[in-house]
């Protein structure tokens, strides 16, 4: 009998909710921010070639057992090359690199889509000459072959969303269209050891 209400005691006892956990992934410098757009005449690609990897990813375990990803990328804006030195010229020139030297994306809170593999959704911000954007956004997940984590994914924007007008080169006779769009391409380290993979994938 009193084992009976010794084990009914411990049912009754409260159970204590699981800790929140956080595992923190580095950025690593081979990451790329790329914006590619078109003009009348084809399309062009500038890429960031100038990043540190000195940001973080943090993923998130709550005390209810939902997990989301979180953290930030800046890049320097002159780092950025189209593979055309007056087109460059012009696209540092329109970003105003000089003044605002940083272009940076925050993603707020990004968790898996059921159904649909590697892709994690949420919200996001995109910083350019100072001026903050809020999107959706949507990105993919994997693994490589050396257990580095790939992030990758891209959203459409207007020059004219940051108050900016499109690039010209050549005097005008080439015009560079509005419409951009932003590409990233993340990998990202665990700072707690190699083996630690999280529950990204």
């Known amino acids: 009998m009193f084992k009976l209400l010794a084990f009914i005691g411990v049912l009754l006892l409260p159970i204590k909710p699981k800790e929140p956990k956080i ?16 003009t009348n005449v084809n399309s062009y690609y500038c890429m960031s070639d100038n ?6 990813i943090y993923e998130r375990y709550s005390s209810d057992g939902n997990i989301s990803w979180s953290g930030k990328i800046k890049v ?12 460059t010229k012009d696209f540092q020139t329109t ?4 003044q605002h030297p940083y ?11 059921h159904g649909m593999g590697n892709v994690i959704s949420g919200e996001a911000i995109v910083t350019l000459v100072q001026v903050h954007k ?12 050396d257990g580095v ?9 207007l020059f004219s969303d940051f108050g900016l007008e499109a ?4 005097f005008g006779a080439i015009k560079v269209k509005d419409s951009v769009t932003v590409e990233f391409k993340l990998f990202l380290k665990s700072e707690s050891s190699n083996n630690t993979k999280g529950n990204l994938l």
């Open 23 to 38: 595992i923190m992934w580095h950025i690593l410098e081979e990451s790329e921010l790329g914006i590619a757009g078109t």
């Open 51 to 56: 990043y540190f990897g000195d940001d973080k």
């Open 76 to 87: 320097p804006a002159s780092s950025f090359d189209c593979a055309n030195n007056i087109m």
């Open 95 to 98: 970003i105003k690199a000089d």
């Open 103 to 113: 272009i940076g994306m925050e993603f707020l809170h990004l968790e898996k889509v």
């Open 134 to 145: 809020k999107i959706k956004i949507d990105c993919e997940i994997q693994k490589t072959d």
């Open 149 to 157: 984590l790939k992030l990758e994914g891209s959203h459409s924007f």
């Open 167 to 170: 690039p010209r080169k050549f």
